[in-house]
C-alpha cells in the first residue's frame, strides 16, 4: 500500500495504540512511525515489539516534525496531552484521536490546539478486554467503524486524508456530531460495559452463595458478562466520568426497565416477560444479519473450549 | 460404551432432550429411545434427526416399560407431565428433569409420583443461546456440571446409576440441596439473562438513538448481550417465575450495586468505579484458570468475525 503520511507520532501505545502501529509498519503507510508514552517500562516493551522507528517518554518530542499524531490515551488524559504537544506541532499537522467519549475529548483538546494544524476528533470502535502494547494485533480495525465527529469549519483535504488512512487499516467510516456520538456510544458500549462490571460485583459480593460457587457454575451465563468486566480500569473510569450525562441518561431507562420487570416477576405476569424475550430475540438476529456478530451458538465458544 | 439402560423415555425434545437423544445413540446407552413432545411438528423433525427408536405424542405412552424418564420441558411444565406419565411410571423407574429451578420442579413432580418409582431432580448446567431439536448436538454435557439435588431418603443405588448415565456423556456431578441450588442459578444464571434481556429491551426502546445504529454498533459491547438475550422465551418465562424469590433476592442486590454505581458517576467519584473495575478484574482471571472460559480475547470471536 502506498505510504500516507512521512512520519506518524502514536502518543499512547496501548491496545489501540500498538494495534495501529502494527497496521501501519505492516501495510507500510508512513516512513518512521514515533511511539510514546510516559511510562518507561511500556515504551521499553513497545521497543522490544519493535512497535515504531524511534521511542520518546516525552509527547513533547514525539510530535517533532510529525504530520500525523494519533493520542491513545484514556480520555481523562486527553487536555494533559494537549497541553503538552500544543506548541511542538508543526503546522499542517493533522491530530487526532481514538476516544470513547468526543464531547469530552473536544472540550480538553480544542481550546489548546493551535489554529495552524487540523484537529479532528475520532473514534475507531474496535478493541477487545485486553490492554497493553502486547494486547494489539494487525487487523484489529478492519471492518469495524471508525466514527469521526469534525468541528465546525474542518478542512476538507486533511478530513479526506484521515478517511484514507482509517479505510487503508480497513475500517468503515461514519461521521456524527459529537453529542450525539456519545449518546450512540452510551448504549452500545458504556451502557454493556458498566452493567457487566455491577453483576460482576454484586456476585463477588454475595454471602449465600460462595465466590468458587460463582466461578465454578459461571458458564451458565455469568462468565458472558466477565469479559467485558475484565476490560481496562483506567479507560472505563475516565470513560464514566467523561460521559456522566449521557450514561445517567441510560441508566436511568435501565433502571426503570427493570424495575418493570421485577414487579412482572413479583406478580407473575408472564404474558409481560414472555413479550419482551420474544422481542429481544429479534434484536440477536437483526445484529447477525447485519454481519455484526458471528452466526454460531455461543460465540463458537464451544469449539474452543477446553471443557475441563 | 456399555448400555446403561434397556429403555429410555426422553419426554421433551428441545436443545437439551435432543442434545441427550445424540449422545445415548452414539454412545449406545440405550437399546431403545422413546421420544416424546406434545408438538406433531417437533415430534415429525425428531423423527426426520433419527433422535430415537419410537415417536410419541402422548408422554403417558411414552414412558411405559421405561427404565429411566427424563423429563426436559420448560418447568412451568412439570406438573402436567407429572401427572401424565405418573401412572404409566414402570415400578423401578428412575425419574429425572433437567430443570433450571429445583425447589419448584419437586414441588410440581414428587406429590404426583408413585412410591414405586425413583425420582431424582437433576440439572446439566448446559447449553446455547439456540433451542428445539435442531440446537442440541452430541458433546453438548462434555465437560460441563450436572447438578442433583436428591429428596431425603433417595435410593442410593438409583442415584449411582443416574449419575453413571451423566458421567457417561461426560459430566462432572454435584450434589446440593434444591434452595441453594436455586439461589447459585439466580447469580450466575437467571440474573444474567435477565440483565441481558432487560438491556437489549431498553436499547430497542431508546427515541434518541435508532434501532440500525444499535445494530450497526452493537459490537463495541452490546452485542455480548443479544446472545443471552436471544435465548428462549418460554423456557426463561418459566424460570422467572418459578424462581421469583431468589431471583428478586439477587435482583435488589444488583439494583442496589448499580445504584452505587451510578451515584458515584454523577458525584466524579473516580476512585469508587476504578475500585470496582480493578476488582471484577480478578473474576474475569479466576474463571480462565478454573477451565470455565477460553482464554482468548473476545471470546475468540475475532477470528470467526466475518468483519463485513
Redesign the interface.
Known amino acids: 500500500m502506498a505510504q500516507l503520511f512521512d512520519r506518524i507520532a502514536l502518543i499512547g501505545i496501548g491496545l489501540i495504540g500498538s494495534s495501529i502501529a502494527r497496521d501501519v509498519k505492516q501495510l507500510g503507510l508512513a516512513r518512521e512511525v514515533v511511539v510514546s508514552t510516559r511510562s518507561p517500562e511500556t515504551l521499553k516493551r513497545a521497543e522490544e515489539l519493535e512497535l515504531g522507528t524511534s521511542y520518546k517518554l516525552s509527547a513533547a518530542d514525539a510530535v517533532e516534525g510529525a504530520d500525523l499524531v494519533i493520542v491513545s490515551v484514556p480520555v481523562?488524559a486527553s487536555e494533559a496531552v494537549a497541553k503538552q504537544i500544543a506548541p511542538h506541532l508543526k503546522p499542517g499537522a493533522i491530530v487526532t484521536d481514538v476516544g470513547s467519549t468526543k464531547a469530552s475529548v473536544i472540550a480538553q483538546m480544542a481550546p489548546h490546539m493551535p489554529k495552524t494544524v487540523h484537529f479532528i476528533p475520532g473514534h475507531p470502535?474496535?478493541g477487545?478486554?485486553?490492554s497493553g502494547p502486547d494486547?494489539g494485533f494487525a487487523g484489529l480495525f478492519?471492518?469495524?467503524?471508525c466514527i469521526f465527529t469534525p468541528l465546525p469549519g474542518t478542512d476538507a483535504d486533511a478530513l479526506a486524508k484521515l478517511k484514507a488512512f482509517w479505510e487503508a487499516l480497513?475500517s468503515k467510516i461514519d461521521e456524527m456530531d459529537p453529542e450525539h456520538h456519545d449518546?450512540?456510544?452510551a448504549?452500545?458500549?458504556?451502557?454493556?460495559?458498566?452493567?457487566?462490571?455491577?453483576?460482576?460485583?454484586?456476585?463477588?459480593?454475595?454471602e449465600?452463595?460462595t465466590?468458587s460457587?460463582?466461578?465454578?457454575?459461571?458458564?451458565?451465563?455469568?462468565?458472558?458478562?466477565?469479559?467485558?468486566?475484565?476490560?481496562d480500569?483506567?479507560m472505563?473510569?475516565?470513560v464514566?466520568?467523561h460521559n456522566?450525562d449521557a450514561?445517567?441518561e441510560?441508566?436511568a431507562?435501565?433502571?426503570e426497565?427493570?424495575?418493570y420487570?421485577?414487579r412482572?416477576?413479583?406478580w407473575?405476569e408472564?404474558d409481560k416477560?414472555?413479550e419482551?424475550?420474544?422481542?429481544?430475540?429479534d434484536?440477536?438476529?437483526?445484529?447477525i444479519e447485519?454481519?455484526?456478530?458471528?452466526d454460531?451458538?455461543?460465540?463458537?465458544?464451544?469449539s474452543?473450549?477446553?471443557?475441563?
Chains 1, 2 share one sequence.
Open positions: 481523562g470502535l474496535a477487545t478486554e485486553k494486547a478492519h471492518g469495524r467503524w480497513g449518546k450512540v456510544l448504549i452500545v458500549s458504556h451502557l454493556p460495559h458498566i452493567i457487566a462490571y455491577n453483576i460482576v460485583g454484586t456476585a463477588d459480593d454475595l449465600t452463595v465466590q460457587e460463582v466461578i465454578k457454575y459461571s458458564a451458565s451465563g455469568f462468565r458472558d458478562f466477565t469479559r467485558l468486566a475484565a476490560s480500569p483506567t472505563w473510569r475516565d464514566c466520568l456522566k450514561i445517567l441510560m441508566l431507562r435501565f433502571s426497565d427493570l424495575a420487570l421485577q412482572a416477576i413479583r407473575g408472564g416477560l414472555f419482551l424475550f420474544t422481542r429481544t430475540r434484536v440477536r438476529r437483526s445484529i447485519a454481519g455484526q456478530d458471528v454460531v451458538p455461543d460465540f463458537g465458544r464451544h474452543l473450549d477446553k471443557k475441563v
